[in-house]
């Protein structure tokens, strides 16, 4: 029998390839067990902030609510007709802390905001008002909430009954303040640009025009010229004379 040849044996990589199939096969199975993990686990829940038990999470003033959440310089720009300033004027005059929660607050701070909101044409500068100059009382004053929203319907509707040009714009639905309208705000049926197509139909209707005057001139000159060919035949025809009477 012939003597069997010794198996070949692959040969064995060196040291340092060895040593890197190694480590990439335990991360691999590494970040194989985190995802696993993951999966199981879920989604990380958001940290939780404790509150206390009397915490407000909706705080009412001035007819709105306010998010009990938010520092109270925030909190009150929420209202309409009080922006970032006016909140921190008032939040000033109420003696709170600007940056601190307004859920947080007892009912005696939430009350003295409140006032100060009502207040605040007392003791801030004219300037600084949202409504200066009345149109009926002349007076300055802070409207917000609700009442902001009437008062600028009931202008809006001056301004259309004494047919100014910012009434009538308000009238048509177009822009007010001298906006570009070509490009931009465009109204009516038809969206878009459509001159070659308006300058057709009117080429179309020219056309159409220009077809019934012609036919009109023809009709017109075969009238005119049978006309003046039974005037001579009646000029010819001889005047019958009548009988002398006996």
């Known amino acids: 029998m012939a003597d069997k040849k010794p198996e070949e044996k692959a040969p064995e990589p060196p040291a340092d390839e060895a040593g890197k199939k ?10 194989d067990d985190k995802k696993e993990e993951k999966k199981e686990k879920g989604p990380r829940p958001k940290a ?11 705080v009412r003033i001035a007819e709105s609510d306010l ?4 520092p109270v310089i925030l909190a ?6 009080v922006g970032i300033r006016t909140a921190a004027l008032i939040a000033d005059q109420s003696g709170i802390d ?9 009912d005696d701070q939430i009350e003295k905001l409140g006032v100060s909101i009502a207040a605040f044409a007392d003791y801030c500068p004219p300037w600084m008002l949202n409504r200066q100059n009345d149109l009926f009382t002349g007076a300055d004053m802070q ?17 259309k009954k004494i047919r100014c040009y910012k009434g009538v714009r308000h009238e048509l639905g177009q822009k007010v303040r001298g906006q570009r309208t070509k490009s931009n705000g465009r109204t009516g049926l038809t969206v878009g640009v459509t001159k070659q197509a308006m300058k057709d139909a009117a080429k179309a209707a020219k056309a159409e025009e220009g077809g ?15 006309a003046p060919v039974a005037a001579p035949a009646a000029a010819a025809a001889p005047a019958k004379k009548e009988p002398a009477k006996k």
């Open 48 to 58: 939780m902030k404790e509150h206390k038990p009397d915490f407000k999470y909706i």
């Open 212 to 226: 019934k005057k012609d036919k009109g001139d023809k009709g017109g000159e075969k009238k005119d010229a049978a």
């Open 143 to 159: 409207v917000y909430g609700p009442e902001l929203a009437i008062n600028i319907r009931e202008d809006i509707n001056v301004m």
């Open 22 to 31: 190694k480590k990439d096969d335990k991360a691999k199975g590494k970040k």
């Open 98 to 106: 600007r940056k601190m929660q307004i859920g947080d607050l007892p």
């Open 76 to 81: 009150l720009a929420d209202i309409r007709g």
């Open 67 to 70: 998010n009990g959440e938010r």
